[in-house]
């Protein structure tokens, strides 16, 4: 069982907004970075949000992440089918001395 | 171009030995921090090991004292030695190119992973 926690589902139809959670403790992203990760099955995995809400080059804006206290978010707008995937959140966790990835959460577009 | 490819993967007995090999193109592997990630079937992604750019070495719990992650400057190469394999360890491997010379911020380049079986 992970330190950040994660709904193991989610779902949105074409053009909704979701948005996928990460709660953890101030033991990590309390007083770390934040970053999020999309894995389609068979694919390697693929950096959307690094630093709490920093999209790499080539990640649509449609894709945003915040950090607020001890939880952050992924938030996905004009979801389209191709963002049918597995989403993970990770921070260091300080008092574990590891980097951790939550359990993830399987995206499904309706 | 910059890319990962991961090999050594196969199926080992518990107890047994294998050695995980990740080359990199495109970058210099001793320039960043470099990791292992892994999937077992049906499970999520976990966190394995680090290599920072100063060698400074990081091992998720499960396999400290196991497994041992290193680096060959001049082939620029990644490795995994993994020893006293249990069949928990069973996952696909993933090499990554962290983005900090420093252990642990993002992983922004990643190989296409490597199936580790462990049984007999």
Redesign the interface.
Same mark, same amino acid.
């Given at each position: 069982q992970s330190v950040l926690t994660q709904p193991p589902s989610a779902s949105g139809t074409p053009g909704q907004r979701v948005t996928i959670s990460c709660s953890g403790s101030s033991c990590n992203i309390g007083g770390n970075l934040v970053f999020w990760y999309q894995h389609l099955p068979g694919a390697a995995p693929r950096l959307l949000i690094y630093n709490n809400d920093q999209r790499p080059s080539g990640v649509p804006d449609r894709f945003s992440g915040s950090k607020s206290g001890t939880s952050a978010s992924l938030a996905i707008s004009g979801l389209r089918s191709e963002d049918e995937a597995d989403y993970y959140c990770v921070a260091w966790d300080d008092c574990l001395k590891g980097r951790m990835f939550g359990g993830g959460t399987k995206l499904t577009v309706l | 171009e910059v890319y990962l490819l991961e090999s050594g993967g196969g199926l080992v007995q518990p107890g047994g030995s294998q050695r995980l090999s990740c080359v990199a193109s495109g970058f210099t592997v001793s320039n960043y921090a470099m990791?292992w990630?892994r999937q077992a079937p049906g499970k999520?992604?976990?966190?394995v090991s *680090?290599i920072s750019g100063a060698s400074y070495t %990081? %091992?998720?719990?499960s396999v400290r004292g196991r497994f041992t992650v290193s680096r060959d400057n001049s082939k620029n190469t990644l490795y995994l030695q993994m020893n006293s394999l249990r069949a928990e360890d069973t996952a696909i491997y %993933?090499c @990554?190119k962290d *983005?900090n010379i420093k $252990? $642990? %911020? @993002?992983?922004?380049v990643?190989?296409?992973?490597t199936t580790v079986t462990v049984s007999s």
């Open positions: - | 990791s990630v999520g992604l976990e966190w *680090t %990081y %091992y998720t719990d %993933y @990554a *983005t $252990c $642990c %911020y @993002a992983m922004d990643w190989g296409q992973g």
